[in-house]
């Protein structure tokens, strides 16, 4: 139980400002507008795995609400054990059974989702959230990945996500059975829950067939040989990175992340006269990054989002400059930012979208220790976006932070 002690909660057994602890990112989820382009550039080229599909057309408070608007499923995709790292929902799907007008303009992300450590704190934030004010869309639990969640929003309508206990996937690459669980969660979680083997002990016994869930392992033709295992692309993802927001009201939007979401700055730059803060949540340099909305033009990004970008992990070095190349070659626009607008994380590339949002392609991010302090600039390499070398001379910190547990493929 949490308890309130002048401003401040127990949380496992240590004294915070709020009760919870954001500790990762967990997942992401853009709209998108042309699904079987998007899903080509995502699952084909990218190698996220889809491991469950929700179809919103039942939402439809009239089938012909839908007409023209395309594919009406969502997609659910991993590129590791959790049930979903990256989500793609049908933007005009979505709008058009937005009867109550939720989706603010720009917001093309449809969750931001970010990991806490326990369901007790899902609870306690959400009742939180109530008494600080801050609104929140829902609470309770989605099947697909089965997690606890509340969804508290930013100041400027971007959606942002809080869980605990997002379904694993094993070594047969399957998803739950979609009939696992008899009911909707739509309300906080009364706590305390029932264990997820408790569930499954339950499933059993009521006769659910455990097999039938979506199979996610790929079964493209597998060529390359990286690091020593054949896949299907010269490199794996094997982390998901920093979001990116362009915002119209710094000071209001860096106060929400710092101060309802627990964020802390690592580092701000001058770009322009304006600031650009990088905050975290762990040892990571930054989970997030907030820079002014000016920037977005400056840099030629779409003005249909407010998202500057997503990142994608690559295990190393070697195989972001494989995966840049094979991207380009298979038609994906690949571009480069001046890098002092990335502190902390070395040699970086974007792919592009059919959205035209921005995929961040990195391997490496400064690791932040005990005294919170970030690398003093001159300590980083200099980077040249049209030289980028061979190979690198190592960190302090190269291949530290958060590991990719399992095999590849
Ligand atoms: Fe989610």
């Known amino acids: 139980m949490a308890t309130q002690l002048q401003d401040s909660f127990d949380v496992g057994g240590v004294m915070l400002d709020r009760p919870f602890k954001i500790r990762r990112l967990g997942h992401f989820g853009f709209y998108a507008n042309d699904m079987a382009a998007s899903l080509k550039f995502y699952r084909d080229l990218l190698g996220f795995q889809i491991t469950d599909v929700l179809d919103f057309a039942g939402r439809a408070n009239d089938p012909k609400d839908l007409e023209g608007k395309g594919d009406t499923n969502g997609y659910f995709m991993r590129y590791g054990t959790d049930h979903h790292a990256f989500v793609l929902f049908p933007y005009r799907v979505r709008k058009a059974i937005d009867y109550n007008d939720t989706m603010a303009d720009g917001a093309t992300m449809n969750q931001i989702t970010w990991q806490v450590g326990s369901l007790e704190e899902v609870r306690h934030a959400t009742d939180w959230f109530s008494e600080m004010g801050v609104q929140y869309g829902r609470t309770g639990r989605d099947l697909p990945g089965s997690n606890w969640h509340v969804y508290p929003v930013d100041p400027e309508g971007r959606v942002n996500e809080l869980f605990y206990g997002i379904e694993q996937i094993g070594w047969n690459g399957l998803s739950k059975p979609q009939n696992m669980y008899d009911q909707k969660f739509m309300k906080p979680p009364e706590i305390p829950y029932i264990r997820e083997a408790e569930e499954v002990r339950r499933a059993v016994e009521a006769g659910i067939d455990m097999s039938v869930g979506t199979n996610s392992l790929e079964q493209a033709e597998a060529s390359y040989d990286v690091g020593g295992v054949l896949l299907p692309r010269p490199f ?107 502190p902390g994380m070395n040699y970086t590339a974007f792919a592009i979208d059919p959205d035209g949002h921005a995929i961040q392609l990195y391997y490496y991010m400064e690791q932040i220790g005990w005294d919170g302090r970030p690398s003093p600039a001159d300590q980083r390499p200099l980077i040249d976006n049209d030289n980028w070398p061979e190979t690198l001379e190592p960190c302090s910190d190269s291949f530290a932070g958060e590991q990719f547990m399992g095999p590849w493929g």
């Not at 860096?254 to 803060?277: K, P, Q």
């Not at 340099?285 to 779409?302: I, K, N, V």
């Not at 992990?313 to 972001?320: E, V």
């Open 236 to 342: 794996k993802i094997t982390g998901i990175g920093p979001v990116r927001l362009f915002t119209d009201n710094m000071e209001e939007t860096l106060a929400f992340y710092m101060d309802r979401l627990g964020f802390v700055v690592t580092e701000s730059i001058d770009w322009n006269g304006e600031a650009c803060h990088f905050l975290r949540c762990g040892n990571d340099h930054h989970a997030l990054a907030l820079y002014p909305m000016g920037l977005r033009a400056e840099l030629g990004l779409t003005d249909w989002s407010s998202n500057f970008s997503f990142g994608v992990r690559m295990n190393d070095y070697q195989q972001l400059k494989a995966a840049i190349a094979w991207l380009a070659e298979q038609g994906a626009e690949i571009r480069y930012f001046p890098p002092e607008l990335f």
